[in-house]
């Protein structure tokens, strides 16, 4: 039987990407063959720089060693991309239930697209950091490594 290859994508505004973000791709890439963090745009926040400069910080930051993923700007919606780019499930990490509560609609919506999401929780020792949190404090994590 051959098994059959899942693409996931994990997308965000990643505004900046904090070690929360690090830690669900290190842990995504360990479930499916190929991770692509989708650094895109969001009419609701006002990022710092554009989501191209934005995807450039993030494959900075990423180990160069993580082959399986790779790091895109996309300006549509995650389901167009994942149609368009044979993308089989999409990714959400979650802090709290506040966080799930948002997720779960956007999943709902996705889901009724054609692509299913799954979720994976924060570790409690970094669920308190937020890409907002950090911007409000004008701080940019030291590390992002998972």
């Not at 963090?37 to 180990?63: C, D, G, M, Q, W």
Request: proline letters at 8%.
């Amino acid at each position: 039987m051959t098994r059959v290859r899942v693409r996931a994508v994990y997308p965000g505004s990643f505004d900046p990407f904090t070690p929360g973000h690090a830690n669900v791709v290190n842990r995504a890439r360990g479930l499916f063959d190929e991770v692509v963090v989708l650094v895109s745009v969001n009419s609701t926040k006002h990022p710092r720089i554009n989501e191209e400069e934005r995807a450039a910080a993030v494959r900075a930051i990423l180990p160069v060693e993580w082959t399986s993923v790779t790091v895109v700007a996309w300006s549509g919606l995650t389901s167009a991309y994942c149609r368009s780019h044979d993308v089989g499930v999409i990714v959400r990490g979650v802090r709290n239930t506040t966080d799930l509560q948002a997720e779960c609609q956007l999943a709902a919506m996705n889901q009724s697209l054609g692509v299913p999401t799954v979720f994976l929780p924060a570790l409690p020792e970094l669920a308190a950091v937020s890409s907002t949190a950090l911007r409000a404090l004008g701080t940019v994590p030291p590390s992002t490594q998972p």
